[in-house]
């Protein structure tokens, strides 16, 4: 299906000095559920500062004070894939910024205590602990590439113009979060597009609920909330903030 003409929602692109906050929120929001504690899930913010980054460069990534989310539109396969090739050199320039002055600080406070052969280890152990995160976080993501591949399935044939949303952090702000939800909801609206999204928890899956959003079909993971006449979008009621971490 083609991808409406439509310009994403007016003043929610993110910029580019919000990334590292961003990267922040969603380490938090999607770290490996077995990384409890809030020091240790920080540890993934580099991965995700790559990921928001690559976001960002396919103007995909949203944000609204603390709150974030991407938002993907279809579009044919060849574009998708002339942007990973595009992206990819992007990508891999991003990871060596972010690992370089890890081992670089490490040899040297290894070198600083143990003279140079502490050094090499200690960059050494640092270059192997990078990689164990960055695998670890993978892994936990597989799940939701599999949940990905399903979406792409089912909405095959949905009728109209659709884009996905997905990666919805706010922090602790819950206001940020629903001003971001707002914004995007009466965007559709006004554009007579449908969304679709897979829930990363219970959690997000009843926000996603009060939104509008209902099962494309029966016990499928994947949501679906269809355009309204422009002028009636969702208006959360008062409740409590929303805590998304």
């Known amino acids: ?13 993110a910029p580019w000095r919000s ?8 380490a938090q929001a999607f770290a490996p559920a077995a990384a409890r504690p809030r020091w240790l899930r920080r540890l993934f913010a580099p991965f995700w500062l790559i990921e928001s980054g690559v976001q960002r460069c396919s103007g995909r990534m ?12 279809p579009q044919p396969w060849t574009r998708t894939a002339r942007q990973s090739v595009l992206l990819l050199p992007a990508a891999v320039a991003a990871f060596t910024a972010v690992l370089t002055p890890t081992a670089l600080a490490a040899a040297f406070i290894g070198g600083a205590v143990a003279g140079p052969d502490g050094g090499r ?25 599999r949940v990905g591949a399903r979406l792409r399935r089912e909405v095959r044939n949905l ?5 996905e949303v997905g990666s919805l952090a706010g922090g602790r702000d819950g206001q940020a979060t629903r001003d971001l939800v707002r914004a995007v909801l009466t965007w559709a609206d006004d554009n007579g597009i449908a969304l679709v999204a897979v829930a990363a928890d219970q959690r997000l899956a009843r926000l996603y609920g009060r939104a509008g959003f209902e099962p494309l079909s029966p016990a499928s993971p994947v949501l679906l909330r269809r355009p309204r006449p ?16």
């Open 62 to 73: 949203l944000c609204c004070g603390a709150a974030t989310l991407v938002l993907r539109r």
């Open 1 to 13: 299906m083609t991808a409406p003409a439509v310009a994403a929602p007016p003043g929610l692109l």
């Open 230 to 245: 422009p002028g009636s979008s969702w208006r959360p009621a008062p409740q409590p903030a929303l805590q998304l971490m």
């Open 121 to 145: 280890w200690a960059m050494h152990g640092a270059l192997l602990s990078v990689a164990a995160l960055l695998l670890w976080q993978l892994a936990s993501l597989v799940r939701a590439t």
């Open 19 to 26: 990334l590292p906050r961003i990267a922040g929120a969603l």
């Open 159 to 163: 009728r109209g113009p659709w884009a």
